[in-house]
């Protein structure tokens, strides 16, 4: 059993090609991330100006501090807005790498498939019992991908309940 040029160079390709689609998604996340930051600093800071120029613009403390409390609510909205926001692009970014891995690890059956049943014609007699232990290590890596997967979607469907429930809670 000999891999070709051909197949090698083809692999590399997509390897490349694969860590350029994780490099960009994740810059992609960052870059959301980023803005979101900008964006909340930014708000933070006209939100707090403002807060300060109501509470000196108060005519006694008893107004001061319904002003303050006042400026509370809407601070604890714009903070659950905030984490609904992050969660939002975390989980966006997540389901995009999960399907990349998803496509990978099947290119990955596909080939090492292609090479088993290579190397199953090619064999000498005799050798089917370390095919045969090939074969079922594939199936039982398939098996634990198969759970892997099953379980993080299980840990990504609960974490959107609870912030589903954290943003009803805030309302």
């Given at each position: 059993?000999?891999?070709?040029?051909?197949?090698?160079?083809?692999?590399?390709?997509?390897?490349?090609?694969?860590?350029?689609?994780?490099?960009?998604?994740?810059?992609?996340?960052?870059?959301?991330?980023?803005?979101?930051?900008?964006?909340?600093?930014?708000?933070?800071?006209?939100?707090t100006a403002s807060g300060v120029k109501s509470v000196l613009s108060a005519k006694d403390p008893q107004e001061a501090l319904a002003v303050q409390s006042s400026l509370a609510k809407p601070a604890v909205e714009k903070?659950?807005?905030?984490?609904?926001?992050?969660?939002?692009?975390?989980?966006?970014?997540?389901?995009?790498?999960?399907?990349?891995?998803?496509?990978?690890?099947?290119?990955?059956?596909?080939?090492?498939?292609?090479?088993?049943?290579?190397?199953?014609?090619?064999?000498?007699?005799?050798?089917?019992?370390?095919?045969?232990?090939?074969?079922?290590?594939?199936?039982?890596?398939?098996?634990?991908?198969?759970?892997?997967?099953?379980?993080?979607?299980?840990?990504?469907?609960?974490?959107?309940?609870?912030?589903?429930?954290?943003?009803?809670?805030?309302?």
């Amino acid at each position: 059993m000999s891999i070709k040029p051909e197949q090698f160079a083809a692999a590399n390709k997509a390897t490349v090609d694969s860590l350029l689609s994780v490099a960009n998604t994740a810059l992609a996340s960052a870059e959301r991330i980023a803005a979101l930051n900008l964006n909340a600093a930014r708000s933070a800071l006209e939100d707090t100006a403002s807060g300060v120029k109501s509470v000196l613009s108060a005519k006694d403390p008893q107004e001061a501090l319904a002003v303050q409390s006042s400026l509370a609510k809407p601070a604890v909205e714009k903070a659950v807005a905030y984490s609904r926001s992050v969660y939002e692009i975390t989980a966006q970014t997540q389901q995009d790498l999960a399907k990349m891995v998803e496509a990978q690890f099947g290119d990955f059956q596909k080939s090492i498939a292609g090479m088993v049943e290579l190397a199953t014609k090619s064999a000498p007699a005799g050798s089917e019992s370390a095919i045969a232990a090939i074969q079922n290590a594939i199936a039982a890596a398939n098996s634990a991908f198969g759970n892997m997967n099953s379980v993080a979607k299980q840990f990504a469907d609960a974490a959107q309940a609870n912030m589903t429930a954290v943003t009803k809670k805030s309302k």
